[in-house]
Structure formats: structure tokens, C-alpha cells
């Protein structure tokens, strides 16, 4: 599976901009896409994901604000990002998997294949 991630740029807070990433090769194994950030000096964090085209996690930073979704057909999944702040700025990177619930919560599964798109970087101004 390769993931091709795009979109990013350069956004002043307040405003918005949408990720997408297509997602190419065997799908068969794979029941999540989802996306994950990182700013300088910070671990890579989870920023969405979406298993199975209805059933949406968020990072608790960005909930309310983000929107993640998933077009099956086309194997891509996007990421509507409004009210952006400065905090939001980082490599957006997408991912692709399999998914299992662990007590109330979706996540990408431990020990699970997985598979990275190179990212794509946003910036937040002033």
C-alpha cells in the first residue's frame, strides 16, 4: 500500500484547509486510514482516523474543528481542518492499516501492519 498525501500549506489561524491522501495497492487488509501530525520537537500524535468509512476518532485537540472522511471508491481520505491555530502547525502524515476497538475507543491495532505516506507540512501564521 502507498499513501500519497497533499494539501498542506501555509494558512493564517483562524482559517482552514483540507488534507488529502490516496492511497494506492492491495487495500484488502486495510479497515482504517487515518492522520497523524508532528511539530518540532514533539512525538508524533493522532490526529484522526476513520474505520470502515463510518466510525470517526479524534485527537482531543482538534475534535470539533477537524473532519476526517473517507472516499472507499477512490481509496482517499481527507481532512477538513477549520479555525486553525498555531498549535496545528506540523508534518501531516497519513496512514493506513487495521483497526480494532480497545474498551470504548478505535485505534490502529498493536503489532498491526501499517503503512505511511511521506507528510505534508502546515503552517500556521499570524
Known amino acids: 500500500v502507498q499513501l500519497q498525501a497533499s494539501g498542506g500549506g501555509l494558512v493564517q489561524a483562524g482559517g482552514s484547509l483540507t488534507l488529502s491522501c490516496a492511497a494506492s495497492?492491495?487495500?484488502?487488509?486495510?479497515?482504517?486510514m487515518g492522520w497523524y501530525r508532528q511539530a518540532p520537537g514533539n512525538q508524533r500524535e493522532l490526529v484522526a482516523l476513520?474505520?470502515?468509512?463510518?466510525?470517526?476518532e479524534y485527537g482531543d485537540s482538534v475534535r470539533g474543528r477537524f473532519t476526517i472522511s473517507r472516499d472507499k471508491a477512490k481509496n482517499a481520505v481527507y481532512l477538513q481542518m477549520n479555525s486553525l491555530k498555531h498549535e496545528d502547525a506540523g508534518v501531516y502524515y497519513c496512514?493506513?492499516?487495521?483497526?480494532?476497538?480497545?474498551?470504548?475507543?478505535?485505534?490502529?491495532?498493536?503489532?498491526?501492519?501499517?503503512?505511511w505516506g511521506k507528510g505534508t507540512q502546515v503552517t500556521v501564521s499570524s
Open positions: 496512514k493506513a492499516g487495521w483497526a480494532a476497538a480497545y474498551g470504548s475507543r478505535w485505534q490502529f491495532a498493536k503489532n498491526g501492519k501499517e503503512y
Open positions: 495497492g492491495n487495500m484488502f487488509s486495510i479497515n482504517v
Open positions: 476513520i474505520v470502515s468509512d463510518r466510525i470517526t
